[in-house]
């Protein structure tokens, strides 16, 4: 069968949580790299069109949750999921049959550094698009303009769609690399620590557009800044060492924390 068509937006099952339809069904996930374990047995559901924030102190294993997710965990040095199951609107996302390329397309990850390509702000927008001929070459402009509206940098970069992007702020490269995961016509969006470099202000920017992302998109946010993900995100993940301590609607996990662990990480007592 052809991978993508296991990913397609109609394959979604209704998988009732108390946070609604479920996107991610995460089962018994076991990950780490060589002999080296991570994520020690990890199970949780990740809602639909919500915005879910992954928090936890620094080495807990936020990064590697988030690549096992969407498959770039294997392209590490010895990264490996060693047991258990991650599935995306009820298809087993380490199935037999389904391509990892067609995974990391349709769950787009932003990282924490972002990297524009060296080519202009045009090429970047573009380059996913183009290379799986989402877009035709004719077309690049009005598809680059698209996503470039939409995470509010088109009025800023239209007069300098062919030059390099690599004096651009801290904040621009977050949304001109948000942009080009966009354009990509990912399925969900994962981003890791995609405020950690930036400043106030640009964060605050980055956080308007996560909160818009939810209407189209299941988002995942991780985040060690326990503000930000109470700001911004409807459902949480806590880790620590590599296990799930708690997972809930974000009031409920701020408001009545069920674990020791949790409370102290909120009130900032450990982290
Ligand atoms: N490429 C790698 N090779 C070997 N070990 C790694 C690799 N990446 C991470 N680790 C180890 O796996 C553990 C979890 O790391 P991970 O990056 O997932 O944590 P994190 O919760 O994202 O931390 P932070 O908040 O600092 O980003 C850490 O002990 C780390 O040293
Ligand atoms: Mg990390």
């Known amino acids: ?83 258990g199951h991650v599935r995306f609107r009820g298809a087993d996302l380490h199935g037999p049959a389904v391509d990892p390329r067609a995974v990391r397309r349709s769950l787009g990850i932003i990282h924490q550094q972002p990297v524009p390509f060296p080519m202009s702000i045009l090429e970047n927008v573009v380059f996913g698009a183009r290379f799986h001929a989402i877009c035709r070459r004719a077309e690049r402009e009005a598809y680059a303009r698209l996503y470039l509206e939409k995470v509010g940098l088109w009025t800023e970069v239209k007069h300098q769609l062919h030059e390099s992007a690599s004096r651009f702020s801290g904040g621009q490269q977050q949304r001109l690399c948000l942009a080009r995961t966009l354009a990509n016509q990912p399925q969900a969006v994962l981003m890791d620590e995609p405020c950690s470099a930036l400043d106030p202000y640009a964060t605050r920017r980055i956080e308007e557009h996560i909160v818009e992302l939810r209407d189209e998109y299941p988002v995942i946010v991780v985040t060690h800044n326990v503000g930000q993900a109470r700001r911004i995100s409807d459902y949480v993940l806590f880790m620590v060492d590599g296990q799930l301590i708690e997972a809930g609607p974000t009031a409920q996990v701020f408001e009545a924390p069920q674990s020791q662990l949790a409370r102290d990480f909120i009130s900032g007592r450990f982290g």
């Not at 991610?24 to 639909?48: H, K, M, N, Q, W």
């Not at 080495?59 to 490996?80: D, F, H, I, Q, W």
């Open 1 to 83: 069968m052809d991978s993508l068509q296991l990913l397609r937006k109609d394959t979604e099952v209704e998988i009732a949580t108390a946070a609604g339809p479920t996107a991610f069904e995460i089962d018994e996930l076991t990950a780490g790299y060589r002999e080296r374990r991570v994520l020690r047995g990890i199970s949780c559901c990740i809602p639909e069109r919500r915005v879910t924030a992954i928090m936890g102190p620094s080495g807990c294993g936020k990064s590697t949750l988030v690549k096992a997710l969407n498959r770039t965990l294997e392209l590490m040095p010895g990264g490996a999921v060693t047991s």
